[in-house]
């Protein structure tokens, strides 16, 4: 079987891109993560699909599938990427598109500077809609939020994390640690996403906050592994960020991909995120049945 494919990525955060709109490639677990292999495929943290309008009011259907072959519900970077994509295909009209996800609807507008400002929607706090299993845990309040302690055998030893957890249409757990660059992201982040009391495992956000309008921020990605930035980790981070007053409304969010920006109102707010979505190459390639 022979595709085409775009190679794109946001801050970093790179992606194969498939064009379905006229026909389904209807690709296996096994095609995607051919994909995303970075020695015998093309190299991507996440495959992204083009699907036609499922409903009225909706512009495209955006399906994700991460290195691993796993659909999973929502990637914030990617989602600049699909909508600069559609945009420079001719696939949209005017700068602003509606996209069904598997988590929800949101809704990308390219800016005049050539980033792409993605509505994510509102943050979900609710552990069980997280999911998040919260029995016979309580919760350590922390400003005006909360933090759950997680229990990690790391190196035969039981260790004690505090995390944020919410969900940007996908499920994170976000810890604050002094100094990114030296954070445990490879012993601990792994443990984070596969730990029992995430049923549908999890992100791993590790934030250093420099100060009310910054933060550096490192994600263990579900599925991925450490990726160079993570969109909706940053949205995550910034949000548990602002409740539990550490950060201002709107936040630069430096990752070792690049620049992103945060701006999040509070409450039921939905949380707007804007940075680069860029085209890298076009190609074809033969996967194997």
């Known amino acids: 079987m022979r595709i085409r494919f775009t190679k794109m990525q946001g801050a970093g955060n790179d992606f194969v891109v498939l064009d379905e709109t006229r026909q389904r490639l209807h690709l296996t677990p096994a095609q995607y993560r051919q994909l995303a292999d970075r020695h015998f495929g ?9 699907r036609p309008s499922p409903a009225p009011g909706i512009d495209f259907e955006y399906v994700i599938h991460n290195a691993d072959g796993g659909e999973v519900e929502q ?41 792409v ?55 994170h757990a976000v810890q604050e640690v002094a100094d990114v ?4 992201v490879k012993t601990q982040g792994p443990l984070i996403e596969n730990h029992p009391r995430f049923p549908n495992r999890v992100n791993a956000g590790f934030m250093q906050v420099v100060d009310r309008g910054r933060i550096r921020l490192r994600v263990w990605e579900r599925g991925a592994g450490e990726t160079l930035a993570c969109g909706t980790g940053a949205c995550a981070a910034v949000v548990a960020g602002i409740r539990l007053g550490r950060l201002d409304a709107r936040v630069d969010v430096e990752t070792h991909g690049g620049l992103l920006t945060i701006e999040w109102a509070g409450d039921n707010a939905p949380v707007f995120m804007t940075g680069p979505a860029v ?3 076009e190609g074809e390639i033969e996967l194997q049945d």
């Open 117 to 171: 400002t993605v509505d994510m929607g509102a943050p979900v706090f609710d552990p069980a809609a997280v999911p998040f299993d919260a029995a016979g845990l309580s919760p350590h309040h922390d400003g005006a939020w909360e933090k759950w302690h997680l229990a990690l055998d790391v190196h035969a030893e039981e260790t004690l994390v505090a995390v944020a957890v919410l969900s940007m249409g996908n499920p």
């Open 279 to 281: 085209s890298v190459f």
């Open 75 to 115: 990637c914030g970077n990617g989602a600049r990427c699909f909508a600069r994509y559609v945009a420079d295909k001719g696939l949209a009209r005017g700068d602003r598109i509606r996209v069904q996800t598997l988590s929800g609807v949101i809704e990308p507008r390219l800016n005049a500077d050539g980033r």
């Open 181 to 184: 660059d030296h954070a445990p």
């Open 42 to 50: 093309v190299g991507a943290d996440q495959i992204l699909s083009v």
